[in-house]
Every structure is written in structure tokens, then in C-alpha cells.
């Protein structure tokens, strides 16, 4: 007895403290991840209504102030929004936000002192809160401050929950693994003890070297004895790499989670996803028909979860072999080992796809969200043909789903603004989200178009609308309440029109982090020498030759640079890859004429021998291809006019796991918003580009580190796993009118 006594009390020692160690560490890392959370949201949230208080606090528009902050009075977690003046003031909050902060509090102090943004979390009137504080400026100064609240108790209350499981757990384990142990020894045990002992004291001193093992009874003891011992070091091994693999799920989505996430929240319905590029390509090679797979960040994000409930992907048909690669009913199964999902392919002609494509979608649409001084054009016929090919799809789809129950559709980007309508009056109780993939303008610019009514109807038949940043999604609550009669929910930010109910939430896209470096890549000599140029430093830029990446903009930033700063001649040269895209249309066909000469115009000033100061390189590059340059360069410059995110930039960061590296970010990007670490600058201020490239040569070595290490812990949390994973979380939480409220499930992950 007094054996198996000490024995239990080991055990249950050694297990309790493993399993408590593991608990400990796995609910602290949870707490931290939803402080860090709730500090992003809160800045994020603090910053989109700051946009919206600085004019109304310069005007002195103080009841407007008013009206803005008491949209947010009953938001879930917010405990309150408010306004204060230069002078300490406060000219606007929601009630109860008096007694909860004043203005001698540190973070509106030195927001207002020295116009940074600040988070903070306190303890007023024994309440747990936390505060994020925005500077609110105009004309260059200092204006006021505008401070938003939330309620943190939550995050005790979940880290407690979270301790009661961690505790339960730990308690079942413990007794679980002491009571098998504890069993196998007793079974195990012969007639005699002292043999036993006896045995095990040989064994352990190498006594027993020249004597058989026992005999018996105890042959199966020492064979079980040795099982025993390696059963309980792989199960060790196995717990702590199942520890560390659950830790790191928490942190990092992967593949293989959003795979099992999606088998568990789509309850057997498929996933139908509807986009204008297909997955998949079939080409006509050298070697016969080829699969070519564009690269896409969308692809990746969306292709684990079609595969893992073996979906459909609906899209236009664009490779030259397509038709050679499907059946009668133009599906074909990809990818080709092992097929996991079906590709339905639908057909355009050059008259669909110039209006379409070219015509409504490229150069109405876009042009009308991205505020980068070109013209939208509305033709009539054009919007026929939009319409048209809207109801093609439509009806793909309809064909594909015809069998389904409750199926879950994905529509992706502004080609489909139409479809979302179309499906929902003929399959009510199909779920369907579509994701807008480019900035939403205020409501005065997308006034211009004259079927604005006919596309937010066709949007709004959607369950779900996903932008990249908050601020679209307030332009777009805003541009409803200006042109339909619906009611509009700010607190919810949903949209209830003829009893259908749309939710409108930001979900910001991101990449897959890159590999672990290990492979080989040409280095930066090596690149820039494959060009016929020798320099010291190198800088990248990658993006579509299209008039919102402002191209022109950062080659004159970098004749400016080459300008004030001489030293750089000779040393410093920039490698722009962009891909013509579009050239159909007039508008990028002239683009990439001035592109070209501009990079001639500045290297007909500066070059050399052996250098010039741009490398414009004028095709598509794969993934592949750019990489090196990702990995090669100092700098990489980010400089769009107007971009909903702007992958480029992630991409980037994803690619440095040397750590190193500056990246320079236009204000004007959804990016900005997520990677602070950047240099932010304004791509239309000439000087500012040009500073801003000398500060990135010339920053500190342990700053650049800094820098890099917190934008890919960024990218590494929200990467394009986690995006997907909680669109469709989103979605699949949406509550039919045909479900029981009970049925319905938490949307967010983590």
C-alpha cells in the first residue's frame, strides 16, 4: 500500500504540474491575444470616427459631434465615445462617459500634447475599461482629441472560463492517466513482491547481465514494464507537441485549421464560391495541355475551404484549352492530384466580356471607387451587359445548387454586384455573402452613377458584406441611407430592407506567410546584375500598371531623392515589375506609355555606364519570380492613390524572414491601417517620398529589426487563413427566417 501511495502521489504530481504548466501558459497567451485585439479594434474604431469628427470639431458643429458618438451609446463592449477640445473640454460623448474619464487622464493628454495616437487600459470607479485616444487635427494643428472606451470586464470573465476549463481539464487528465498507470502496474504485479524487487534492483545495477530474466509470472511483468516505459515517453512526446501545435493554433491559422474549422461550421452544406478569374487555367504547352494556377491571394485563402467540403468554384472561362478540359455540363475536377473540388467554367464572348469586363466593371466601376483622379464612364449598353452576364452566372449557380440544402454562396468583387439579389429570389435559404474587394467611395461619389439604386439592391440581397477596412463599411451604410429607403443599424452595422436583413462587417484580407528562407535566391548583386546595373542598395516596387498604384508618382519621388540627396547616384537603383494589364481601355494603354517614359526621362538624366536608377520590367511575374526581389531589396515602396488593402505590402513583409528590410506605405492603402511600422507617407508629396527613402537607408539597424519583427507577427496573425476562417465563420453564423434562434453560433474566431 505504502508503494502504491507514493506512487499515486508522484504521479499525480508530475501530471498535475505538466498539465497546470501547459494551462498556465495557453490561457495567458489567450489573454494577451485578446487584449492585443481589443487595442487594434479600438484604434481602428477610434481612428474611422476621428475622420469624422475633425471637421465637425473645426466647424464647431458640436450637436453633429453629439449625434456621431450616441450612434455608438449601445454598441456591444463600448462603454462610451468621446470629444474633447485643445483646451481639455469635453464637447461631445455619449452618457455616462463623464464620470468614467476626464481629460487629465495621460493618454488625451498626450494625444493632445503631442498629437500620437494612445491606448491605455485603467480602473475607473472600480470598472475595468480601456481607452483609445486619436488626435484630432486641423490645418496642421492640434485640435481636440477623441477618445473611445470599451468595457474590458470581458476579457476576465473569458480568462476565467477559460481557467475553470483549463483546471477541468487538467483534473481529468491527471486522473485519467494516474488510475491507467496505476491499473497496468496492479495487473502487472506476480504473486511476490520481493522477487519483483529483487529483480528490478538487478536490473537497475546490471546485476542481472549474466541471469535470465525472470521466469513466470514475471516474464510478462517485464515485458509490459518495457512497453509501459515507451508508451509513456511517446505519450509524453505526443502531449507536448499536442500542446505546443494547440498553442500555436490559437496564434497562427494554417492550411489544415481552416480545413477543420470549415468541416465543423458548415454542417455538411457545400460551399459555392462565384468570382470572375478562375482557380485554375488550361493552356495550351509545349508538352500537350498544361494546368497554369494564377497567382492569387484569394485562391489561397478560399481554395482549403472549397476542397474541404468538396464545392464548386463558378468563373468565367479564360484559358485557351479550357474547353478541351470539361464535361457536358462544363465542370472539371481540380486540382488534377487528387481532384478534391469542381470548377464550373462559364463561357463569355468578346462582346459580353468588352462591356462586362471592360466596359461597366473597369471603367465605371472602378475608376467611381478608387478616388484617383480618372473619369468614371457609364454607357448604357455597357450596363446591359453587365447585367446579362450577372444573370449568366446567376444562373450557373442556380444549376449548381438545384441539389443542395441550405447551401452557403461566396461572391467575390465588384463584377458581381447584381448576383447576390438574383440568387436570394430564387433560393431564399441559400446563405450568401459577397466580399468588395476595392475601396466603397462616400455617398457623393457614388452618387455619379446612374444605377446606384439598381446595384445596392442588388448588394443588399447579399446576408453578408465584406470590406477590407471599417471606413468602407461606413461609406457604404452611409451611401444606403442617402439612396434607399431601408434602416440602417450603426450600432449592429446591418441593413434591414423589405425584411431582409444584411450584415456589413470589415474583414481585412492578408497572405500566407512564405517559406523558411532556407532556399536559395539570387542575391541583390546578382539581380540587379541581370540587368546590366551595379549598385550598393535596391529598391522594389511590384504592382499592375494601373493609375491607382500612382507608378508615376514614385519615380518622380525617386528623381527627387536622386536630386537632394547626391550621394545616392550610382549607388541606389529601383526595380519596378509591373504587369500591363487592362490595355483595352485607353486610359491604362496611355498609362503605360507614361510609365515608360518617365523611367527613360529620369534615366536619360542620372544613369551611367553600369547604372540607372530604374529597372522597369514590363511583364507578369509569378510569385516565384519575386520573391528574390522581396528578399534582396532595402526598401520596398507601396505607393497607391487609393487601394482597398494593397496584398503587395504583406507580401513583402511575409517574405522577409531575415527580419530585414523598410517598407514604405501610402497613407491611402486599407495596409496602412495594420502595419503602423511602415513609413506612412503621402504619395503625392514629391519631398516626402524622397525623405522617406533616405530614412529607410539610413535607418538604424536594431529600428529595422524592430520594425520588420512587429509587421510580420502582424501578418503572421492575420493572414489569409484567418480571413477566410472568419468570413465564413460570419457567414455561417447568419441566422436564416427559417431557423430557430437557438441554431445559431458565435461568428468570430480567433
Not at 485562391?299 to 463558378?314: H, Q, S, Y
Not at 429607403?485 to 444584411?502: D, K
Not at 540587368?531 to 500598371?545: C, K, Q, S, T
Amino acid at each position: 500500500m505504502r508503494l502504491s501511495a507514493r506512487l499515486s502521489l508522484s504521479l499525480i504530481a508530475a501530471v498535475a504540474a505538466v498539465s497546470l504548466g501547459f494551462a498556465l501558459y495557453q490561457t495567458g497567451a489567450q489573454s494577451q491575444g485578446m487584449k492585443r485585439d481589443l487595442q487594434r479594434q479600438a484604434l481602428m474604431l477610434a481612428d474611422s470616427l476621428g475622420r469624422s469628427a475633425e471637421p465637425l470639431l473645426a466647424s464647431g458643429s458640436f450637436g453633429e459631434l453629439q449625434q456621431m458618438v450616441e450612434r455608438f451609446k449601445n454598441r456591444e463592449t463600448v462603454a462610451g465615445v468621446g470629444v474633447w477640445a485643445a483646451n481639455g473640454a469635453m464637447v461631445a460623448g455619449t452618457p455616462g462617459v463623464q464620470p468614467l474619464i476626464w481629460p487629465d487622464i495621460g493618454a488625451i493628454r498626450g494625444a493632445v500634447n503631442n498629437g500620437w495616437a494612445r491606448t491605455e487600459f485603467l480602473r475607473e470607479s472600480g470598472k475595468a475599461l480601456h481607452v483609445a485616444v486619436v488626435p484630432l487635427r486641423a490645418a496642421g494643428a492640434t485640435i481636440g482629441a477623441l477618445a473611445v472606451l470599451h468595457d474590458t470586464t470581458y476579457i476576465d470573465s473569458r480568462t476565467a472560463a477559460l481557467w475553470k476549463r483549463a483546471l477541468a481539464g487538467v483534473g481529468m487528465q491527471t486522473i485519467a492517466i494516474v488510475g491507467i498507470v496505476l491499473l497496468s502496474v496492479r495487473l502487472s504485479i506476480g504473486r511476490s513482491i520481493v522477487h519483483m524487487t529483487q529483480w528490478l534492483r538487478d536490473l537497475r545495477t546490471g546485476a542481472n547481465t549474466s541471469t535470465p530474466q525472470p521466469a513466470g509470472d514475471f516474464e510478462p511483468l517485464a515485458k509490459e514494464a518495457t512497453k509501459l516505459a515507451s508508451s509513456l515517453t511517446a505519450a509524453r512526446a505526443a502531449a507536448v507537441e499536442e500542446a505546443r501545435l494547440r498553442h500555436s493554433a490559437e496564434a497562427t491559422w494554417t492550411n489544415e485549421r481552416l480545413r477543420i474549422f470549415v468541416e465543423g461550421r458548415m454542417g455538411g452544406s457545400r460551399l459555392f464560391v462565384v468570382s470572375n478569374r478562375e482557380p485554375y487555367e488550361h493552356r495550351h504547352g509545349k508538352s500537350g495541355i498544361e494546368m497554369v494556377t494564377p497567382a492569387s491571394g484569394l485562391v489561397t485563402g478560399l481554395e482549403p475551404i472549397v476542397r474541404a467540403c468538396d464545392g464548386v468554384w463558378v468563373a468565367q472561362a479564360t484559358g485557351d484549352a479550357d474547353r478541351d478540359t470539361v464535361d457536358e455540363s462544363d465542370h472539371a475536377r481540380v486540382p488534377p492530384e487528387p481532384p478534391q473540388y469542381t470548377l464550373r467554367r462559364v463561357w463569355l464572348g468578346p462582346e459580353e466580356e468588352r462591356g462586362f469586363y471592360y466596359g461597366f466593371a473597369n471603367e465605371g466601376i472602378w475608376p467611381l471607387c478608387h478616388i484617383a483622379h480618372t473619369r468614371p464612364v457609364f454607357r448604357g449598353e455597357d450596363w446591359q451587359r453587365y447585367q446579362e452576364v450577372n444573370r449568366r452566372f446567376a444562373e450557373a449557380l442556380l444549376d449548381e445548387v438545384a441539389a443542395e440544402a441550405n447551401p452557403v454562396v461566396l461572391v467575390q468583387d465588384y463584377h458581381f454586384a447584381l448576383l447576390p439579389a438574383m440568387i436570394k429570389e430564387r433560393r431564399p435559404d441559400a446563405r450568401v455573402a459577397i466580399f468588395w474587394h476595392i475601396p466603397w467611395p462616400n455617398p457623393e461619389a457614388f452618387g455619379i452613377c446612374p444605377w446606384q439604386r439598381e446595384l445596392l439592391e442588388g448588394l443588399l440581397g447579399a446576408d453578408l458584406i465584406g470590406f477590407h477596412i471599417q471606413a468602407h463599411c461606413n461609406n457604404f451604410l452611409e451611401t444606403v441611407d442617402a439612396t434607399l429607403e431601408a434602416r440602417t443599424e450603426w450600432e449592429r452595422f446591418a441593413v434591414t430592407r423589405r425584411g431582409h436583413q444584411t450584415l456589413v462587417r470589415p474583414f481585412p484580407i492578408s497572405v500566407a506567410m512564405s517559406g523558411n528562407g532556407q532556399e536559395r535566391h539570387a542575391g541583390r548583386a546578382e539581380l540587379l546584375a541581370a540587368h546590366g546595373v551595379e549598385a550598393l542598395y535596391m529598391g522594389v516596387g511590384v504592382d499592375r500598371i494601373d493609375y491607382t498604384k500612382g507608378i508615376p508618382e514614385r519615380f518622380r519621388g525617386i528623381e527627387a531623392f536622386l536630386e537632394a540627396y547626391t550621394s545616392y547616384r550610382g549607388k541606389f537603383t529601383f526595380v519596378q515589375i509591373g504587369s500591363p494589364s487592362r490595355t483595352g481601355i485607353a486610359r491604362y494603354h496611355d498609362l503605360v506609355q507614361e510609365v515608360e517614359r518617365e523611367a527613360d526621362r529620369i534615366n536619360r538624366r542620372f544613369q551611367t555606364s553600369d547604372w540607372r536608377p530604374i529597372v522597369l520590367l514590363e511583364r507578369q511575374h509569378s510569385h516565384e519570380e519575386i520573391l528574390p526581389y522581396y528578399r534582396g531589396a532595402d526598401v520596398c515602396m507601396v505607393t497607391s492613390l487609393h487601394d482597398g488593402m494593397n496584398l503587395v505590402a504583406k507580401e513583402f513583409v511575409a517574405a522577409r524572414d531575415d527580419e530585414q528590410g523598410v517598407l514604405i506605405l501610402s497613407r491611402f492603402t486599407g495596409a496602412c491601417h495594420e502595419l503602423p511600422d511602415a513609413i506612412v507617407v503621402n504619395p503625392y508629396d514629391t519631398g516626402e517620398l524622397a525623405s522617406s527613402i533616405r530614412h529607410a537607408l539610413e535607418m538604424p539597424s536594431h529600428e529595422r529589426l524592430a520594425r520588420m519583427r512587429r509587421m510580420r507577427e502582424v501578418v503572421r496573425e492575420r493572414n489569409i487563413y484567418r480571413w477566410a476562417a472568419n468570413l465564413i465563420g460570419e457567414l455561417s453564423a447568419v441566422r436564416m427566417e427559417s431557423e430557430p434562434p437557438l441554431l445559431r453560433a458565435p461568428a468570430r474566431v480567433a
